[in-house]
């Protein structure tokens, strides 16, 4: 093993172990003002009144009229509003927020306002969604003349629902007005400084007049990447309004039904197959945003330059849209728009080779990428693929190929099996030139005179381990003991911004920025003295530029590879699917810290199974979400897959430490294919599946239908 | 104590139960959950009188407030009642949950309910003016609603020690852990001298109340096995007729295939 | 009134409040043990677990009046014993920490798992678990950490 990945004790371990982390619902309570929001009770409809009862002493309301700014969020645009405008546009949009001493009497406050509405229809149905928030297309070749040579043309649509982050503490944030003026807010977040930004706007004031600091955060997985800039400007208002602290947590139920999600997607594929091989692929990809843009249009780029998957096609045309319905926004989750469209090309790819009577893996290895192959983009696969080893690994260890064959036999009986295998990559870092021209990562490096150096970056510890990787790296390169080396959580009045804890880039690009920077305090080390040293991104020079008005160019610098293979058994009496092995093959590179890493795949990989089979998520006629508690949204427990093995291959990628790549979100995106490619096996008959959560009803309703 | 009685016997907490509307409390798993404002609770879990598990006569009798997990630690709880009451949520919910409080909530879903159904078990009530027992059958009136007067706590629950061993049992959730039941099936068949004594079979979570039909049960009494495998499919389909199952968390279609299936299946693993 | 009398970690403590209130609110706002956590309060997801007479409890699903004359015992008591010592050394080992907020609840799980079930297999340290939900760790860290306890932790359970 590298020195590098040898497994340390990590640095936040013993806080938390012991019950002494102090996450934001952890703080005293004296003196603090609880808030908590008034919510629309409709989809859709213009505010005309809302009536508040006589407040009691120290009790306030806040909605727009207290915003001192501008009433918008910025998350790339600036739609959200902090509090409602004219009109509601989602059941649980915040009108406003009730704020004051006891939270029994806050609670009955929330009841007696009354509020008007004057009801407009809303908008639900994806399919039928008109009003589009963003709409990109792009693609390579000839697309007419390969329809028109075409042996034949498959058309197919896959639809993939809801998933919820469920980290296990639920967002919260906390406002302090400080003595000297300036807002003081912290709580659990990823991005302190996209934080910052919005606030900055809300309050009309400028940058060194509020700071904003994470809190030990209880996991993120991307839904506290926008989701805190929203909550940390309405406590910022109610704080100001209130001139005492504000503390505002969601419960359970608040959080599953009205904070940010997985956008549910609908897509089509219409593929050209000449000789046995897929010559084309049209695609039309929709996403359902909610009823504000937040990240969508980032998440549907990432979704559409993926929608070929690890395939090689030289005529591409795809076309995504994300579209507005007046449900909860929906934002970043792990794999960010990707998870959606390899769902659907890996399961495209398996259709067609169960029409054409092969074997889905060896139909799909006619087509992987080779280095130096085009991307979608037509950007460039600079390093190599090691997929085709990877299957190899993996068909090692689960004994993929003969199971394949196994489960294909015609089964009878009540418990049928299948197993099924699918590819993926992840682009790490910020799509296209995002690195270069948007973020501009600069880290620091504070040297104390007794030799203690401490970490000056933006990035959050999430649980994926940056307070021990960070200072791995710079101990490493400084020749210090570990110890020596530490990284606090961030807090914008004292660091700089080496940009957001997302798209898997904390250690691929921080971590090479923060080595570098270790480097130089290397060279320019003085015993004794007092130093700080700064090191700011540079693109490396192989990137082919990337043009988002025209989609083309190098998406991302590199890729982490993964290989996933699910074996399932089908218990045909009840619909329900055990999952006899779970297997994933992944290169995320060099690891920084084995156990952090594996820790990472094998989290990840659980909750691309709970995507796959039983985290359905769905809202009503009405548009509610009804699946609003633990006992209705399922995700994985301890006893449901007790058979996960992950490994790791190694690519090394030369510009990122020691080799490393973006890992976080890997783990995650090729599940549900591999599941539900499984599936479909176990239930054999020719049936094609393409919907993923893939659920036991789901399951039922094809036995029933096909008369197994 | 504010907004709660703690008594010191079951007399007193009779008495209590009279004179204030104080909501009996044993394991407190769903009561908590629901978190009613302003709510007092007569807290029974302390009571000696409610905790044991002993024989009697041809039962076994169940304190009221007894958990899931003594039972599960009980030699004199049948495995069949030891399966259903072991996949009950998880742990610590196991660990305070009780019989009485599983039946006192009223819903179908309740996991020792559908054993209770299946085996003809009785429930004894207790008021400050005395004692009946009630069979579990007929304390189910419909959705959420118990043969239960506003004095009366559950005191103990009395499963039938014969004709258990027979059985036959699916707890279909959405996990393996922490699942509500969105269908439950239980079966039982006694068979005495090459003749079907007792035909039992129990569908939970799938309607108002647990369900069984004790007319379709019988057209198996007497007959043997090889009688009744002659008039299988009809039963199926009277039981097919019979089942008109409502909408929960899953459909009503799946409900019916999944009861469907399982009813099919008890009646081929015991040889019908 | 009288108040509800009960052991906290070691320590006689009463409560002169509702007997309706909520375990886990009581333990975290009036007597500050904040490692006992809220992931839904509503008893699906451990977070809120702590020992009750010895026995794994959800926090959030015991009223107050319950817990008269009880022993409860968090994370703020167990930590300063040798089983705390053996089971926070195998944690470290197998890195089984990430965000930590499942963490208090799962220390309380293993603690009442090992005390019941000294030498543990696979299946049972995983139904030992399955009420405490971690969304992190995917399990396998959390469970190969309790098997290295079990195994070092000779005698003491």
Known sequence: MENISQPVVKKDHEAKMAGRSVYVGDYENDGVLVGKM??????RARLSDVNIPPLPNGYFYVDKSDVPGD????????????????????????????????EAVVDRILGEIQVSYEELEPVLDLGNADTVFFDYEYGKGNMEKAFAEADKIYEEEFTTGYQDQ????????????????????????????????AVMRVLGCGPDQVHIKQDVTGGGFGGKEAFPSILGCQVAVAAKKAGAPVRCIFDRREDLEFTSKRHPSLCKYKVAVKNGKVTAMDIDVKFNSGAYTTLSAVVLQRGIICSNGIYNIENLHVRGRALKTNTTPNGAYRGFGAPQTFFAVEMMMDHIAMDLGIDSLEFKEKHIVKQGDSTSTSGKYHFPVPIPSMIEEIDQECDYRRKRREYAKPQTGRYRRG????MHFHGAGFTGSGERDIIKAVCKLHKYPDGTVEILASNGEIGQGLRTTFPKIVARELNLPLDKVYYDHPDTARVPDSGPTVASRSLMVVGELLRRCAIKLRTQWKDGEDQMVEERFKEPDFVIPFYLDKFQGDAYPTYAWGVNALEVEVDTYTGLTKILGAYGNFDVGTPIDYNIVMGQMEGGFLQGIGYASTEYMDYDQKGRIRNNSFSDYLIPTSADVTNLSCMLHVEKYPDGPYGAKGAGELPLVGVPAAYVEAVEQALGHGVKLNRAPFTAEDTMKVIMKEGL | MVNGYRPASLQEALEIKKTTDAVPYAGGTDLMVENRKGVSYLFLNGLEELRHIREEGDYISIGSCVTFTEALESDLIHPLMKEAVAQIAAPAIRNTGTFGGNIGNGSAKADSVLILFVCGAKIRLASVHGQRTVNMEDFYLGRKKLDLKPEELIVEILLPKRGLDNYYYKKVGGRNALAISRVSFAGLLTVENGRIQQMAAAFGAVSDTVLRFRDLEDRLSGKTLDEASAIKEELLSAYGERLVLTRGRVSAEYRKAVCMNLLKDFLEEKGI | MEAINFLLNGEETAYDGSAADRLLDVLRDSFRMTSVKCGCKEGECGACSVLMNGILVNSCCVAMGAAEGANIVTLEGFRKTE???VLNKAFAATSAVQCGFCIPGMVMAAEALLSKIPNPKDSQIREGLSGNLCRCTGYNAIVNAIHIAAKEGNGLW
């Not at chain 1, 009433?71 to 927020?97: K, L, S």
């Not at chain 1, 197993?419 to 699918?422: H, L």
């Open chain 1, 38 to 43: 008034l919510r629309s009770k409709l989809a």
């Open chain 1, 419 to 422: 197993i099924g295998i699918s």
């Open chain 3, 83 to 85: 089983r705390f010592a």
């Open chain 1, 166 to 197: 469920t980290y296990l503490e639920t967002q919260g944030m906390m406002a302090e007005p400080e003595e000297n003026g300036t807002m003081f807010i912290h709580g659990s977040l990823q991005c302190a400084y996209y934080v910052h930004g």
């Open chain 1, 71 to 102: 009433n918008h969020v910025n998350i790339v645009m600036d739609d959200t509003p902090v509090y409602a405008r004219e009109t509601v546009e989602y059941i649980g949009e915040p009108i406003g927020m009730v704020v004051g001493p006891e």
